[in-house]
């Protein structure tokens, strides 16, 4: 019978420092700076940093942090948009063992203070333009941490809440800073707070593992090659951008900070700077494709769109392709890194009419590389369900990028990793190639005589309304049918269509009894991150 020491792979090969050493996505900026340190790795306005000063700036952070008592296992926080000391903090914070809480922008003060309470944050990286929430949350928190200010000349100016400023913190540091790799590759990188529309946010840890391999796993799934020209128009607050920051930092690319996100902005940097790769929900390819003509600029090159979130409708894909962009979906969850599903293309798709394309991208895929399983369960007996199409389960989630846990909170920890998969809450089919495509929320499934109708698919046809400019739909209670569709609309500038037209559209492009029954038109309500509230939908649907 052999036995472990019995067998010769084994027997005398022992892990050493000389051959392992953990994962860490902070080794990808090492490499760039000794590999390409003369490149531009920021654009910040008129600002150009180069690699060499960008690793310089980070180890400086991190020694400075370490000269005020910051240490291993303690949290920073960071609260700005995409301006270089976001990106700068991705990296300096963990090289000491600390970990990079980067809080949504959006949120308010009560928000602000539970994160930086509950998440127990050392420190607090804050732009000068969040003064006034900032303020509030720091006396909602009641305790004295360091504040940092974010002084940003592209920004407004406003008042200070700390004892020093960025810049005057990194003057502290030392250039030459000795940073360790984790001890543990499994070690946490960053805490993630979850939107928390109905309770408080969960907070979602990453460890370096996951973060270095999904940003690899960026890099190869979208072909980005050496040294793109990244467009931050996604919120580094935000997944960490998706673990780009790390991507762009192992390619050797440029980083361009945008700290409003607006089309004009936009098309302007696509022309000076020759951006080839930005990633955004939705909600970013409508303000493109509504840009009104002065906001718009001319470019002569494909540019590489990355999209996710709310599933985009197969008419804005398709839009977005024949206005230059070369659209790539993805689909994940805060608790997956960000992206970790790509909607991976095949050649010989290249021959299909445009429209048959853009339908094709609007399911979400296959798994990341570095996802090891992907699967569409029956939630009850965890069993995955046919792959015809047709038969929705629960998307589920397995590997090494899937979260550590919920921070403090065991019981939704244990929840979701129950028989040893992620639970997404997802609903979805499995298509006979094996590519996934949502369905719906488990909460947002409208069940209308005993028929199940899918949000996600009317939404889709409300899209092509050539008026209709964002769509959501909902249940409406129904005495007769149980529920029925409440489609809420806003409208294009300039557009016009009544309730009779959209339900007519719809009654012509899907089975009857999918067609709305209601239309409300109005601005729709939206989360922090730019997703729909159905929530409140779902409120005024049944109030009507």
């Known amino acids: 019978m052999t036995t472990a020491s019995a067998n010769p792979f084994e027997r005398d090969l022992a892990r050493t420092e000389a051959n392992y050493t953990p994962l860490s996505p902070l080794t990808f900026l090492e490499r760039t700076a000794a590999v390409y340190p003369d490149r531009v790795s920021i654009v910040h306005g008129e600002r150009r940093d180069t690699w060499r000063e960008t690793h310089a700036r980070c180890r400086r952070l991190a020694s400075a942090l370490s000269r005020r008592g910051i240490g291993p296992g303690d949290t920073v926080a960071v609260f700005a948009p995409n301006v270089p000391a976001i990106y700068e903090a991705t990296f300096g914070v963990p090289m000491l063992g600390a970990v990079l809480n980067t809080i949504n922008i959006r949120l308010d003060a009560a928000a602000v203070a539970f994160i930086l309470e509950h998440g127990e944050a050392r420190a607090l990286v804050t732009d000068a333009e969040f003064a006034p929430v900032v303020r509030e949350a720091l006396r909602l928190l009641g305790r004295e941490i360091l504040v940092i200010d974010i002084d940003d000349p592209l920004g407004p100016s406003r008042e200070r809440l700390g004892a020093v400023t960025y810049e005057a913190l990194l003057a502290e540091g030392d250039p030459d800073f000795t940073w360790r790799l984790p001890d543990d590759e499994w070690q946490a990188i960053s805490l993630n707070y979850t939107s928390g529309t109905t309770g408080n ?45 790390w991507t762009v930092a192992a390619l050797a690319g440029t980083n361009v900070c945008m700290r409003r996100v607006e089309a004009k902005a936009i098309f302007t940097a696509i022309a000076d700077h020759r951006v080839t790769h930005f990633c955004g929900a939705p909600i970013v390819l409508g303000m493109i494709l509504n840009a009104k003509p002065e906001e718009r600029r001319e470019f002569d090159h494909t540019v590489q769109v990355m999209t996710a979130a709310a599933p985009p409708p197969a008419a804005v894909l398709e839009a977005m392709e ?97 028989g040893g998969w992620f639970h997404s809450g997802d609903l979805g089919v499995m298509h006979p190639d094996g590519y996934i495509q949502l369905r719906d929320r488990s909460k947002d499934i409208i069940i209308s005589g005993g028929e199940n109708i899918s949000s996600i698919e009317v939404e889709d046809v409300l899209y092509r309304h050539p008026a209709v400019l964002e769509a959501a739909v909902v249940a409406r209670p129904d005495e007769k049918w149980g529920e029925t569709p409440c489609a809420f609309v806003t409208l294009k500038d300039g557009a016009s269509a009544t309730e009779r037209d959209i339900i007519d559209f719809c009654r012509a492009n899907l089975a009857h009894f999918k067609a709305p029954r209601t239309v409300v038109f109005g601005p729709l309500p939206k989360t922090s991150t730019g997703k729909v509230q159905k929530f409140r939908l779902r409120d005024t649907a049944a109030e009507l």
Not at 362 to 387: F, K, W
């Open 322 to 418: 024949r206005s230059g962009f070369r659209m790539t979906h993805v689909y994940g969850l805060t608790e997956t890194y960000g992206p970790a599903v790509i909607c991976a293309w095949k050649d010989e798709w290249d021959a299909l009419p445009m429209a048959e394309q853009a339908t094709l991208k609007s399911r979400q895929g296959v798994p990341y590389h570095a996802l090891q399983g992907l699967e569409v369960m029956d939630p009850e007996t965890m069993q995955p369900v046919p792959r015809d199409g047709k038969t929705m389960g629960e998307v589920m989630f397995r590997g090494n990028v899937v979260m550590k846990g919920y921070l403090k909170n065991p019981k939704a920890t244990a929840e979701s990793l129950a």
């Open 201 to 245: 946010p969960k907070g979602v840890v990453y460890h370096h593992r996951g973060a270095y391999l999904n940003a690899l796993s960026n890099a190869v799934g979208w072909s980005m090659g050496h040294h793109p020209v990244y467009l931050w128009t996604l919120p580094m607050f935000h997944c960490n951008g998706w673990c780009f920051p």
